[in-house]
């Protein structure tokens, strides 16, 4: 489990920055470290996996429905690395899922904060404790900002499923 400050979540006054490259501190590659939107997510690195993933998702359509009327006041804080194969592969999935569902806009940081994390599991000044090496990427969902649950990498069901399931949606 790791936390992130939730000022930073909700309601910091100061002006974030997103979508910021550097070269990743052990392998020298450029990666997005702290802040990032979906915008940032086609940068040039992490773009061909982030296009793939939003073209070929297909979700269970009424799982989607029922998602569009449960998160109306859901907040996901995504935590990833673009360096890492289980982000490649997962979050674009996940945003896929997200734009899929009618309603709900995951381009607006109030419904989605990523965070972008170095090799050695660092977001730059964003403060992340007790992240695990092979948990990447890291789901935390919030309704009326408190935590109601987590995934963790790549789950064993699909995507939208282990959401619904979070949200106790009956299936």
Not at 14 to 30: A, L, R
Request: charged share 25%; glycine share 8%.
């Amino acid at each position: 489990m790791f936390y992130v400050a939730l000022f930073l979540s909700y309601g910091c006054s100061h002006k974030k920055t997103y979508n910021e490259v550097v070269k990743d501190p052990v392998t020298g590659i450029d990666i997005l470290r702290g802040y990032a939107n979906a915008d940032g997510l086609k940068v040039s690195f992490f773009r061909e996996y982030y296009l793939k993933g939003l073209e070929t998702y297909q979700g269970d359509s009424q799982v989607l429905t029922d998602l569009s009327v449960k998160l109306k006041d859901v907040k996901f804080v995504l935590v990833m690395g673009t360096w890492d194969d289980q982000s490649k592969y997962q979050v674009p999935r996940f945003m896929a899922m997200l734009f899929s569902v009618k309603g709900y806009d995951p381009t607006v940081s109030q419904n989605v904060e990523i965070i972008c994390i170095d090799s050695k599991y660092q977001a730059g000044s964003i403060k992340l404790e007790d992240i695990e090496n092979d948990s990447l990427p890291v789901v935390k969902i919030f309704k009326k900002g408190e935590q109601i649950g987590e995934i963790k990498g790549i789950p064993s069901e699909p995507i939208e499923l282990a959401v619904a399931n979070i949200l106790n949606i009956k299936r």
